[in-house]
Antibody
Framework: EVQLVESGGGLVQPGRSMKLSCAAS????????MAWVCQAPKKGLEWVAT????????YYRDSVKGRFTISRDNAKSTLYLQMDSLRSEDTATYYC?????????????WGQGVMVTVSS | DIQMTQTPSSMPASLGERVTISCRAS??????LNWYQQKPDGTIKPLIY???NLQSGVPSRFSGSGSGTDYSLTISSLEPEDFAMYYC?????????FGSGTKLEIK
């Protein structure tokens, strides 16, 4: 069974940093691209970043470029999101998702999400 | 960015009813459209990819259709577990964008 379990969220002050982790199991992690998708309170879903299966390519939405870094450790089957210079508008639940990008562009498994609150 | 507009934003419906949720793109997206379901506890599940292809394990009462800028998700006969939020997502161009969501509520 595919499982994605996020951790590392919480309350952080504006301008500070936070690192999220996503532990994957139930599939061959290094065969798949992975992504982070966020959801601000009472709002819709927003793609944040994607990393290729081997970590060689990364993609970001404009609003996080230069502030967020997606990475992975295939030996540990773990995905990361390093978030720097956090802003109040980054407050959201962050979901880790498996990202299928062959033929389609589709998130086929999602974690339960981890809440990040940026506030002083 | 391609804007995705879903209508209605909320929809009261009854068990056994047939419902259709619409999703309109701000430009043509060549059928590059997926649908997801989000339960009140936050759990997100994929339903349909490339407009009309059912994800493995999704009941056949779900179906998708559309072309150009206009797409829809239909549930042929509502079951209790179908009352949730639904989101469309386009992948015609980057960044990937989602619709604003439709909340399916019990009437």
């Amino acid at each position: 069974e595919v499982q994605l379990v996020e951790s590392g969220g919480g309350l952080v002050q504006p301008g500070r940093s936070m690192k999220l982790s996503c532990a994957a199991s139930g599939f061959t992690f290094n065969n798949y691209d992975m992504a982070w998708v966020c959801q601000a309170p009472k709002k819709g879903l927003e793609w944040v970043a994607t990393i290729s299966y081997d970590g060689s390519s990364t993609y970001y939405r404009d609003s996080v470029k230069g502030r967020f870094t997606i990475s992975r450790d295939n030996a540990k089957s773990t995905l990361y999101l390093q978030m720097d210079s956090l802003r109040s508008e980054d407050t959201a639940t962050y979901y880790c998702a498996r990202h299928l990008r062959i033929i389609t562009d589709y998130f086929d498994y999602w974690g339960q999400g981890v809440m990040v609150t940026v506030s002083s | 960015d391609i804007q995705m507009t879903q209508t209605p934003s909320s929809m009261p419906a009854s068990l056994g009813e047939r419902v259709t949720i619409s999703c309109r793109a701000s430009q043509g997206i060549s059928n590059y459209l997926n649908w997801y379901q989000q339960k009140p506890d936050g759990t997100i599940k994929p339903l349909i990819y490339y407009t009309s292809n059912l994800q493995s394990g999704v009941p056949s009462r779900f179906s998708g259709s559309g072309s150009g800028t206009d797409y829809s998700l239909t549930i042929s006969s509502l079951e209790p577990e179908d009352f949730a939020m639904y989101y469309c997502q386009q992948y015609d161009s980057s960044p990937l964008t989602f619709g604003s969501g439709t909340k399916l509520e019990i009437k």
